[in-house]
């Protein structure tokens, strides 16, 4: 569907949205196609590589953009072109040759031909004053023998165009017909039109031998002082609505298959169409123009107002299927709360009249039973919670915070055009487990009950004037504050007996302006610091601790423009940090780049992992490359790596980890501190192609402020070699956040008429730890495409780095399979066909040691178990018996 | 072939480029044009409307450039259209209906539709975002609405275009058939796609009345401070070297039709398509860039390359008819001197070997026996000249002035690359006198007689050390100088008893450079001057006086790079001003506009006239405006007006003429004073589109310094209604220079061996003094075509303002005119035919009082008369007898 960028997206959706490119594609013009061409984006990630690369059944990737000291490196060394393995743990099993182009993607000096281009065409008309014929043929062959002086193989491929070119074909083809035609009359080189397949199969039959190349090519410089590694965070509003749309659509998919899908009733596919293209490496990379980025969401907001009307006809279908003949037009009374993210929740925002009850859905899309705290409004503290079996559950009261309230009220208003009517008072939480693939049920009433298991939290201000600690946290994990300070100061685990000395603060970067002489500005693509300045506390010592059965919480107001809340969940033995940032000042004529670092005291060796499109996690060294001596320009933004799952780094005895809830850029800039790039703000653009400055507002009515980014980061310290099961399992619940829907019910005999709790999959099965639901969708012609990755890698966990099984029929419960096929990442071909064609070129030099790989078998028909190795996805497409399909599943 | 320009061809240029062109489009589409498109020039002439125009046969004209002061009073009086009479003498038998555009030559704001163009497409796909069909409707309907409010009839065009559009058509077309199937669907107004034509058709079908507009459109002012009066003077070396070439052009086809025309062989057909195109509104005018300056002068001088041949072989052929198989190929040693301006002619430049002598051919392009003096550079004062008939004539050695010689040395180097190998020491003057379309033959010798009538010139300096005055002149017309100042003082006419105080000077303008906040700088199109600075003498009083039997010279060195050489010629009585102007010095940062100022105290009431393309005289007043009310802004360049032939002006007894040798601007500024513009050199472009300084330089090896131009013109005072028959006769003469050829040959046997003295002509005809052969050319298909141009105003002389005849029958002496068509004057349609399509239009309002129109009658068959009107060109195609055609001709 698009030239996906490689920083930013995750990988779930660069398999979604190329997975419907590619169906139509074979569909429209019954083509397979065989190489990568991601010409443009602005690096280049290990996931793209092996997994939408190699995984697709790609012979090849191109691509031009790469940091201009490692492209004259590999000039030299005539490395431009390599056979890529990005994954550690599938190795030369996922490997691609890939070509990095010797300039940009743009054909030599003086051979663009576009209208208004000021190369020279070819006049051959010899009656002409500027016949040029052998001048211009001789143009061509120094230009082509330059660059076979750089590349193995005696042959080359020159992109003959760039951005913005074809508007009028015609002037090219004119000259490229000509070059063609006298450059092979001349004779020394051989110019021809090709494709990069052409192209890929002319290298292959050289039976050349070539380099290997490991990891990925991240950050991207293409100057001295033009990192493009501020794009990381551009947008971040933009970013953790792609991030909440992708959760949302892979839970809404398996939803739309539960009900059966419809093609012209509501469904997913204008989510799926907008959610393909907003990874388009100028879209969730945030260097769009504003009306651009609006265009996005918009067509984003459009897609999931379609796609939340068929989960709740879907989930109330499910509920409702004791009353057989209502389930293929069910009631969908139920309401979902997209804007939860700024405390506003009008179905959980009402005083229930007497009798009446408020159902809430929990869905979890996850194939594993979750148990997770949910927290919606409310105005009334009077309020009991029954769950699927009727049994009444503990919950917690928290005042809405102001700094919320103040956001929830603007948002609304800018969002809605209309202010809300009512202000809920609480947050009220609670503990909801679900079973995987599948929902249950909570019940709220306004009654309280005396002894009611409803508690409000109490509240506790510090007000630094004392020089006590003060600790948080109920279970294992508690924090430890410094009271004069207003400042965290510790972390222990009492169950692991992990313990370090820890600080969070905000920094933030001025933005380098440009000048005449020096005119790179920092931007929406570039980042460039100019100086780094911490902010501090304003009211230095101030602390709201907020205590209760639930969770503790800590409320910091950091300036007039900074908050944040830390919560530790009982149960949980991990740190959420909810941030509000925003309006970045920018009255002082400075643009800003804000960060938040946390710093502990572990020697770290220069040495942290970041997450390659949230999956593979690949090893940086601060002011260092694998791949050549680098050469420091920009010791901050040179340091810059994408983050979409998390990032960490490790000391003698311990890991320390943090995830993301969207994609960020984030670096450890001194040992044993991790940073996150968490909004930014300008007054002058970078001049890499957007032409607008980066400066996000939000408007009510006339008048514009700056935007606020309200957003989450989480953290966790473990024994080291035991952090991957908390980044692997909690950063599959953060992609895939329970689903919620609400309905207000007469009585509360709800459970008595519904279905409380549902799953899809056999009851008493589950998917093992190490093994997610990437994809479960119903394809237009009733087969259904299913997609299992596993989430770890080669030696990341003792346990669960091993081969893992799903049994078929056990996730397809009262289905039954006619034909399971295996095909491609992208479902476009038959997996064993791919394989068969499959190039396998010749390595140069030395191979280094290889841990082993390890793959699942071929699904036997007889058992249909699935095998999958570390790091493994695999797709099919399922067939299932006709008799079977349809509203069986409601029955 | 062009869109010819309006202020700076002469009127036989514009007829030939578009006659060129009319012949084409009928031969290739068998179509005749019925309308004139001049969009974009930059004014418009009166010769344009009514020749260019009504003469064409065309029903209208329409243009964009128009000045802003009478745009705005035309759209408030509805008086854009109009129409025009641009003749006095031709009056409404000459009338056009003539449009003006409200604005420019695009379509209204928001209607372009080039790739990158701005203007909202419309959106038609209802369920795309951007559906706005409706909004663009009313866009639509709201532009032309605005429009017709300053129309007459409710009829209205879009030009749907502008420069450098349509490079891909499909993105205007596309819109265009977009908003006519919706617009018309709306109703409200009817919108279609149309041509010129049709919307004349359709403006003539409502039998609305039109006022009537007089004169011309000059000059144009976009804004208060952009007149567009610089170009009159740009680029004046090529100026020169189009008209050059034009004349010579005229010539050569005589030459070609008096041989017979060779398809293949060396013919004119070059020259007349780089002639053509020189006319363009960027090429003549000097608002091209240097490199295609550079290209048209190439074209023009490869046109003459082998046009030079041909006339040396049509002379050749013609002189040696006694020897008539020779004619078919005769041995064309005859030589030309183009650079003879740079005083260089290899021919003239040699010693004669004893027993050689030099033949010189001087041909006569007019159709009347003329004399004029001859000038060539020799090596050696020992010559004698013999005439046809044998007759030793008289002639006089005049030296060759050090700057002449000093240019000459630097522009051989420059044209030829190489340095010329000998230096003349003198001019040679001679007067030679020729038949009608004819030539004589003058034979040079080197060999000195005693009592020879050869005569070296007698050279005083005066040194300007006493009180004396000096009187140049040796017939009627004397000039006097006053020693002291070394300044001309005195003008007298002993025989029509003319006399007059008399100045002549320069000045420059300081080019307005342009500022932040008035960034309109003087440059290639606009003259916006920045003060007036007179040119003071450097060594005041130093004039050489030259004297002979033939003419006087006032050789004057003003500054460094200003020199003059006044000439008088015996038996003529007008003064002849030679020039040598630049490089102007533009190291002070400043960009100058030379021009040359003569001052009388003549009471001339500001008024003065200038000429139409070299043709019909328009009436100027300073700071006024026939048409409206004049806002004064710039009071020098917005009385500026162009000049091709000469401009005069008049007080009770007399009227003062000056004649140019080229296009350029002129004013009178103050009463008594004329002046012309000759030379301009800029720092800074004029952003009016050529994107390029008009800097003209020369360059030798690599060095270059400024364009030095040398250029000529001409004036004199007549008693008060005489002056017309000075500036036709020798305004033709000057347009038609006569043409020599040179040859060396054996002994002085030439006139023995052959034609001396030929004309094409009956010997005892010649064409009346009123009446000039403006075209004479041999068609494609054997026929000729022969143009006729009477060269008076009605009331411009008490002879010569009547009707004047021409028998074809001695015209066309020796050969048997079969068939005599008249035709429109680009000789594409019969005249008759022509006459009967016209439309006529209904005339708003009283019409004034008009001179009577006075036109020949249609030729007759049996005695083949033509008569002309004054001011009336007559265009006709003869057939002859085939037997006559070919080579009785140089029988």
């Not at 990891?215 to 293409?222: G, R």
């Not at 859905?361 to 997770?372: A, F, M, P």
């Not at 933005?511 to 506390?537: C, E, L, M, W």
Request: glycine share 6%.
């Amino acid at each position: 569907m698009c030239m996906h960028d490689e920083a930013t997206p995750h990988y779930i959706d660069m398999i979604d949205q190329t997975t419907l490119g590619h169906r139509f594609i074979k569909q429209e013009f019954d083509q397979v196609p065989r190489v990568g061409w991601q010409i443009d984006p602005f690096g280049h990630s290990a996931v793209q590589a092996y997994l939408l690369g190699a995984e697709l059944g790609f012979d090849s990737l191109f691509f031009a953009r790469i940091d201009y000291q490692d492209r004259k490196r590999r000039k030299d060394d005539k490395t431009l072109e390599v056979i890529w393995r990005g994954s550690k743990s599938l190795g030369s099993t996922s490997q691609i040759f890939t070509g990095v182009f010797p300039r940009h993607y743009d054909p030599p000096d003086g051979f663009t031909f576009e209208i208004n281009d000021v190369s020279e065409p070819i006049q051959d008309d010899i009656t002409l004053f500027d016949y040029n014929v052998q001048e211009r043929v001789d143009d061509f062959v120094a230009a082509a023998l330059a660059q076979a002086n750089v590349t193995r193989t005696n042959h080359i491929m020159w992109a003959m165009g760039t951005d913005f070119r074809y508007q009028y074909a015609n002037t090219w083809f004119r000259q490229m017909d000509k070059f063609i035609h006298y450059v092979n009359k001349d004779g020394r080189v051989n110019a021809l039109y090709s494709t990069p397949s052409i192209y890929t199969d002319a290298k292959y039959a050289t039976n050349e031998s070539w380099p290997v190349k490991d990891d990925d090519f991240f950050p991207y410089a293409d100057k001295e002082n033009t990192y493009w590694t501020g794009y990381f965070s551009s947008r971040p509003a933009f970013k953790g609505y792609v991030r909440m749309m992708s959760g949302y659509y892979l839970a809404a998919r398996q939803l739309e298959f539960f009900k059966g899908r419809s093609k012209s009733g509501p469904n997913t596919d204008a989510l799926a169409d907008a959610l393909a293209i907003a990874q388009h490496h100028d879209a969730v990379t945030g260097t769009q123009r504003q009306h651009v980025a609006s265009d996005y969401a918009k067509r984003l907001a459009m897609g999931y107002v379609e796609a939340e009307e068929l989960v709740a006809s879907s989930l109330a279908c499910l509920a409702e299927s004791t009353s057989k003949t209502e389930c293929g037009n069910p009631m969908g009374k139920l309401k979902q709360c997209p804007l939860l993210n700024v405390s506003y929740c009008p179905p959980s925002e009402m005083t229930l009249s007497s009798g009446k009850s408020m159902v809430v859905l929990v869905y979890n899309s996850l194939g594993w039973k979750r148990e997770d705290v949910i927290r919606i409004p409310v105005i009334n503290e009077s309020i009991t919670i029954h769950d699927s079996s009727g049994k009444e559950i503990e919950s917690q009261l928290i005042p809405i915070a102001n700094a919320s309230l103040k956001l929830r009220n603007y948002y609304i208003q800018a969002y809605l055009g209309k202010s809300p009517s009512v202000t809920p008072k609480y947050w009220l939480a609670f503990m909801a487990s679900a079973p995987p693939l599948g929902f249950s049920t909570y019940v709220l009433s306004n009654v309280k009950n005396p002894g009611s298991l409803t508690t409000l939290s109490t509240i506790y201000t510090s007000l630094g004037s004392d020089n006590d600690t003060l600790e948080v946290g109920q279970g294992n994990l508690k924090l430890t504050y410094a009271v004069d300070k207003g400042k965290l100061t510790h972390y222990t685990n009492s169950r692991n007996l992990v313990n370090a000395d820890i600080k969070q603060s905000y920094v933030f970067y001025s933005a380098y302006a440009g000048s005449d002489v020096d005119p790179q500005a920092s931007g929406a693509y570039i980042f460039r610091p100019n100086g780094t300045y911490p902010i501090k506390t304003e009211q230095q010592g101030l602390l709201t601790v907020i205590r209760g059965p639930v969770l503790d919480e800590v409320h910091e107001q950091i300036n007039t423009w900074i908050s944040q809340i830390t919560r530790i969940y009982k149960g949980k033995e991990h740190v959420e940090v909810e941030f509000m940032v925003g309006p970045i000042p920018i009255d002082d004529g400075i643009g800003k780049e804000l960060a938040s670092q946390i710093t502990t005291a572990m020697e770290t060796n220069k040495t942290f992992y970041t997450d390659s499109n949230g999956r593979d996690f690949i090893k940086r060294i601060r002011d260092y490359r694998t791949d050549w001596e680098l050469q420091v320009n920009q010791p901050v933004a040179g340091n810059y790596y994408p983050v979409n799952l998390g990032l960490y780094m490790e000391d003698e005895k311990r890991e320390f980890s943090v995830l993301v809830d969207r994609s960020v850029g984030g670096s450890s800039l001194e040992d044993g501190q991790i940073e996150l790039m968490l909004h930014r703000r300008f007054l002058h653009d970078d001049t890499k192609g957007v032409g607008e400055v980066l400066n996000e507002t939000v408007c009510v009515s006339e008048e514009c402020t700056g935007l606020t980014i309200q957003g989450k980061f989480y953290f966790r310290i473990d024994p080291l070699g035991e952090g991957a099961k908390w980044r692997r399992t909690v950063g599959q619940e953060i992609y895939s956040p329970f689903l919620l829907a609400f309905t207000e019910q007469d009585g509360d005999n709800w459970t008595g008429s519904h279905v409380p709790t549902y799953s899809f999959m056999d009851p008493s099965y589950s998917l093992p730890d190490n093994v997610a639901v990437v994809t479960l969708q119903e394809l237009e012609d009733g087969k259904v495409l299913l997609r299992l990755a596993h989430l770890y890698e080669t030696g990341e966990d003792k346990d669960l780095s091993v081969v893992a099984s799903v049994e078929l029929r056990k996730l397809f419960h009262g289905k039954k399979i006619s034909k399971v096929t295996e095909t491609s990442l992208s479902a476009n071909q038959d997996r064993v066909e791919m394989e068969r064609k499959k190039l396998r070129w010749k390595i140069a030099g030395a191979v280094k040691d290889e841990a082993e790989v390890f793959r699942g078998r071929p699904v036997s028909s007889s058992n249909l178990v699935v095998e999958l190795g570390p790091m493994e996805i695999r797709t099919f497409i399922i067939g299932f018996e006709p008799s079977v399909h349809g509203l069986v599943l409601c029955t």
